[in-house]
């Protein structure tokens, strides 16, 4: 196969990207995305501030388009996100009651879920819980601090409820290597939503990397999960630099894993990536294909 998507296709997983609805117009955008992705993430359009800026007012005009845009190429969509401490609009992050905050975030799930029910392939339900370094604890946040550790359990149980078709993934950065604090809170977390019937059915590996790429168990780490019943999906992939050796690793890591379905990278090219300055991406401003791009379609079997 000559194309991301089609060659990832070729062993049944997928391969996407993360969309900004302000760039559908712009044709170089649009060319490639739909030439080379079979999945969709919006950056944006569906996180909290946008589609619940205040209380009980949805507005899913942003996301709609995207979604309408994938629809209409045949590209499948990850959501992306319905609970998460950032980008979160002031009148979440100041409800101090927990009966409120508690039916707050159930509303939310489920009125998002509810508007694009059977049109999205897996929900990032919870977003980046856990906190950096050694604690393997979960982050401050509202949530945390208002519901405390059984939120994360809630926004599940609820997801599940409002639509039983989608696969609930978890979903956070710096937890691609086995042995850091953070993995393993992960992992406990999704060993015990396993053992106690949590409904769960994926996790997400952000995969921000720096220049040298996935640390060196990655793939341990990816293996691990899965033997937990969960697929595992890398959601946000970006490289510093886009070395090609460092994401045809990245790729070999989740190719190597029956359970790894797909991967996704954090934009198109690189004057559409967050990571200002770094060349993170496959395609270069102009929307050529850099090196990293042939590395990634020979990693996948495409060439
Ligand atoms: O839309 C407003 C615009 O109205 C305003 O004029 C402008 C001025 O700053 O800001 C615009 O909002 C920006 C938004 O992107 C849309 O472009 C925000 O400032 C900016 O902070 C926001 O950045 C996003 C970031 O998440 C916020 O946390 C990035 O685009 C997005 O790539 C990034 O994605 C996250 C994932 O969701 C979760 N994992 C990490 C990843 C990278 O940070």
Redesign the pocket.
């Known amino acids: 196969s000559s194309t991301l998507g089609a060659a990832a296709a070729g062993s049944g997983r997928y391969f996407g990207t993360?969309v900004?609805a302000g760039k559908l117009g712009d044709s170089t955008y649009s060319t490639i995305l739909d030439r080379e992705f079979n999945m969709i993430t919006p950056?944006?359009e569906m996180?909290w501030d946008t589609t619940e800026p205040s209380r009980g007012n949805f507005n899913f005009g942003p996301a709609d388009q995207i979604v309408n845009h994938a629809t209409a190429h045949g590209q499948r969509m990850r959501g992306?996100?319905l609970v998460?401490h950032?980008?979160l609009p002031g009148w979440v992050s100041s409800i101090t009651d927990a009966n409120t905050l508690r039916s707050v975030m159930d509303n939310h799930i489920t009125t998002e879920m509810n508007h694009f029910k059977g049109r999205i392939y897996a929900w990032d339900v919870v977003?980046?819980a856990f906190a950096d370094g050694g604690s393997g604890q979960h982050r401050s946040s509202v949530f945390q601090n208002v519901l405390g550790n059984g939120f994360i359990e809630q926004a599940f149980r609820t997801a599940r409820a409002a639509d039983p078709a989608a696969k609930l993934c978890y979903n956070d950065?710096n937890i691609e290597n086995w042995s850091d604090a953070k993995t393993q809170g992960v992992y406990t977390m999704v060993r015990d939503f396993k053992a106690r019937g949590v409904p769960i059915d994926c996790v997400g590996f952000?995969s921000?990397f720096g220049t040298g790429g996935p640390p060196a168990g990655f793939q341990t780490t990816l293996s691990n999960f899965a033997s937990l019943g969960v697929d595992v999906q890398i959601t946000?992939l970006d490289i510093a630099q886009a070395s090609p050796t460092a994401y045809a690793n990245t790729v070999k890591a989740c190719m190597n894993v029956a359970r790894c379905t797909g991967m996704t990278v954090?934009?198109i090219r690189d004057s559409d990536s967050?990571r200002t300055g770094e060349n993170p991406l496959l395609f270069d401003t102009g929307g050529n294909k850099k090196p990293a791009y042939d590395a990634v379609l020979s990693a996948l079997g495409g060439g």
Do not use: F, R, V
Request: proline letters at 0%; hydrophobic letters at 25%.
């Open positions: 993360a900004a950056e944006n996180k992306h996100t998460w950032s980008q977003n980046e950065y952000q921000h946000e954090w934009g967050w």
